[in-house]
């Protein structure tokens, strides 16, 4: 067998295995970590923790109050066995806070072990994000459209044996080659569509993007005097500097760096030991920017940042001139 055919199987049969569970969906998924949203709040008597929320869709409205709970949720973002999968999100995000302590207190770098806290939530922002989602949905139709090709076509010999083998039927015509090809995919189609196969490769890709990073060095940076982060619905990214400037959306292995803001004073860039540190250390100054041309729809920031209103000034041109596609 070769390795396509066993990779399917292996995921036919993960999607199984997580069907038969019988814990009840999580709806509202955060793609922001709530804990890392906590960290851009102010805390109201009446109203407790709320951050200011710009809808970049419409920069011009007044920016809204909501608290953590309600920033960064997508209902359904991952329909399929969504309770074990914040478990697994769990398991790293119920160490941020100790992370985020010590990072308050000065301690720079973490630890090695509080280092790998941060290298694995680096890794879950990534995959549990707009963009991976994007790229997982987009790049379904190709292969699809390979294979039903490959069964009407090259492969209509073994198309007809197994339709006679199993269904005691002789295929006829090519209208009968792609009704079966059709009905053979079908399986594949619905795991596409109910999110089985996402569940199943955010999972894996999660747990191979960890193993990528995991020898990466860690730099903690600080926004410029006088300012301060804000964080969007898309907080993680990947970096290249090229000559003409910074792209991002490049491949882990390809990037020169990955970044995410951790609080309104506290930024994190990852990279390989022998990246220059001053190049890391430049994107700092560009961090804000950065979220806004990458953030979904939304960004948000601490109330009395004043970063609402450079939000709304430079939103339609940083979204404008600052898209790219992955």
Partial sequence: MTSEPRRANRLF???????AQSEPPVHNQHVVSKVLLKRFAEHYPRHGLQLLSVDLAYPQRPPMRKGPGGCGVVKDFVAFASQSLEQVWGSTESRLPEVFSALDNGIDPPDSTLAKVLLDTVALHLVRSHTYRDVHFRTFDKPYALVFNLLVNDLQGQLRAAVLREKG?????????EHYA???LQECVDLFQNHGMLRVRMEEVYHQVRDLITDYGIRILVPPRGQEFLIGDVPAFTLIFEKNGLRRNVGVAKATTVVMPLGRHHALAVARPDTD????ASVAAQLNQLQVQQARSKVYMHPGSGLDDYVQQHAPNLRAFGRQEV
């Fill in 169 to 177: 039927l002789h295929v006829v015509g090519q209208g009968g080659l």
């Fill in 277 to 280: 540190p001053t190049v890391v």
């Fill in 182 to 184: 059709s009905e053979l």
């Fill in 13 to 19: 049969a993960e999607v199984e295995r997580l069907a």
